[in-house]
């Protein structure tokens, strides 16, 4: 059973940069994709980006200059960068991992069905 | 592609039937889940590819609808049931979630 436990700073000033990681215990990491998602009680959850064995990554649009998701698959670790923050980016962030359907001849997301438990994150000056 | 819920929050009483809808802006197909939230914790998921029940969630939760509509019923509302719901769409990156209904106690 694969679980995911997630660290990183959770204080950050305006314009620093945000770096969690999810670290993939269990079961083997391949053929997945592994995502980042946000909540705050402005935007409701929010997509930010994933990640799969291969590293290819999509991102949400609004976010894509400033962000990087990246999946080390020595470590089986997946992790979140953030650049030049603001108070906008206050938020609870999770990590999840993606179950797989077929779409086609290929696979896709359909629905996030292991989360970690969240890491609070407050950009304040 | 937005998707908005309704109700935005509920209140009723164990036993009772619930249901939650869920629209969204164009046809995605059956690409749609149904998560639950408590408070302090992560989603949950209940619900995928509209209608196929996740491993381990009760019976009493099922999903129906394809292209812009889709419906999260709870047959006989149990005390652990009172949470917040949100749906998501995933068939155009970037994935979205709906804003959330709220089903409380009456």
């Known amino acids: 059973q694969v679980q995911l436990q997630q660290w990183g700073a959770g204080l950050l000033k305006p314009s620093e940069t945000l770096s969690l990681t999810c670290g993939i215990f269990g079961r083997s990491f391949s053929h997945y994709y592994w995502t980042w998602i946000r909540q705050s009680p402005e935007k409701g959850l929010e997509w930010i980006g994933e990640v799969n064995h291969l590293g290819d990554t999509n991102y949400n649009p609004s976010l894509k200059s400033r962000v990087t998701v990246s999946l080390d698959t020595s470590k089986t670790q997946c992790s979140l960068k953030l650049s030049s923050v603001t108070a906008a980016d206050t938020a609870v962030y999770y990590c999840?991992?993606?179950?797989?359907?077929?779409?086609?001849?290929?696979?896709?997301?359909?629905?996030?069905?292991?989360w970690g438990k969240g890491t609070t994150v407050t950009v304040s000056s | 592609i937005q998707l908005t819920q309704s109700p935005s929050s509920l209140s009723a009483s164990v036993g009772d039937r619930v249901t939650i809808t869920c629209r969204a802006s164009q046809d995605i197909a059956s690409s749609f889940a149904w998560y639950q939230q408590k408070p302090g914790q992560a989603p949950k998921l209940l619900i995928y590819?509209?209608?196929t029940l996740q491993s381990g969630v009760p019976s009493r939760f099922s999903g129906s609808g394809s292209g812009t509509d889709f419906t999260l019923t709870i047959s006989g509302l149990q005390p652990e049931d009172f949470a917040t719901y949100y749906c998501?769409?995933?068939?155009?990156?970037?994935?979205?979630f709906g804003p959330g209904t709220k089903v409380d106690i009456k």
């Open positions: 998501q769409q995933l068939y155009n990156y970037f994935f979205t």
């Open positions: 590819e509209a209608s």
């Open positions: 999840a991992r993606a179950l797989l359907g077929y779409c086609g001849s290929s696979t896709c997301p359909v629905g996030l069905d292991v």
